[in-house]
């Protein structure tokens, strides 16, 4: 935990908001490497939907409400689907990114995908239990 002799979670503890950043470092590689006229389009398509993971789990996070939270977790969620299952694909199908680097995202997209889930099921156990 980052605050010293604190039961505290900050928002960069959360596994989930670590794999979020460490997908976004990775989906700007990929936008940098995109030729001028690409950027403007499937380029930032990506960026955004992608980026729009971590913004989301960083709003909810810091929403007061279990419900608030939740709304936020799970629009991070249709982000990732967005940025994950439609974009990168796109990308690998039109052959704008060499497949390791599809395969890599690939992995830490699960992995967060799995995190994202989690923290939704926690917050709405959290919630049921302070009722």
Known sequence: MSTENSQYITLNDLQVYQLSRELSSS???IYQS???????????????S????????????????YLDKVRFY???RGSYFESMEHWLELLLER??????VFDKLKKIGKELQIKLNLLVKATIKAKEKSS
């Not at 995109?34 to 955004?48: A, S």
């Not at 992608?50 to 409400?65: L, Q």
């Not at 052959?95 to 390791?100: A, F, G, R, T």
């Open 27 to 29: 989906a700007w590689e």
């Open 34 to 48: 995109l030729e001028k006229d690409l950027k403007w389009g499937i380029g930032q398509q990506f960026i955004q």
């Open 50 to 65: 992608v980026d729009s993971i971590g913004a989301n789990v960083a709003e909810g996070y810091g929403r007061f409400h």
């Open 74 to 76: 799970y629009q991070a």
């Open 95 to 100: 052959k704008l990114i060499e497949q390791e």
